[in-house]
Nanobody, 124 residues
Framework: QVQLVESGGGLVQAGDSLRLSCAASGRTFSTYVMAWFRQAPGKEREFVAAQSRYGYTTYYADSVKGRFTISRDNAKNTVYLQMNSLKPEDTAVYYC?????????????????WGQGTQVAVSS
């Protein structure tokens, strides 16, 4: 069982930055594919960013490319999402997810464990 706990959400203005953190349990964190998804009210959960096992490769949704950065600290079992130049359309609940086997995926159903989510609200 892997437990994921997100933190760092909040209310900010357009153009501001936030850094989300996700602390994971488990002794083999470096082997997990880690990802961030988000879900806005009335919308489906959508892919934001992912990092392959050991952090070799990163993937981003087109909507956040160039503004968001996913990174991980394997010594701390933590994955981060640095969000810059935030826009009102980035408003959503952000979820951390772990895929403990297989390649990097961008589909929510391919992930095995999820955090409880952290709210990000961006005002215009």
């Amino acid at each position: 069982q892997v437990q994921l706990v997100e933190s760092g959400g909040g209310l900010v203005q357009a153009g501001d930055s936030l850094r989300l953190s996700c602390a994971a349990s488990g002794r083999t964190f470096s082997t997990y594919v880690m990802a961030w998804f988000r879900q806005a009210p009335g919308k489906e959960r959508e892919f934001v960013a992912a990092q392959s096992r050991y952090g070799y490769t990163t993937y981003y949704a087109d909507s956040v490319k160039g503004r968001f950065t996913i990174s991980r600290d394997n010594a701390k079992n933590t994955v981060y999402l640095q969000m810059n130049s935030l826009k009102p359309e980035d408003t959503a609940v952000y979820y951390c997810a772990a895929r403990v086997a297989g390649d990097t995926k961008t589909i929510p159903s391919e992930y095995h464990y999820w955090g409880q989510g952290t709210q990000v609200a961006v005002s215009s």
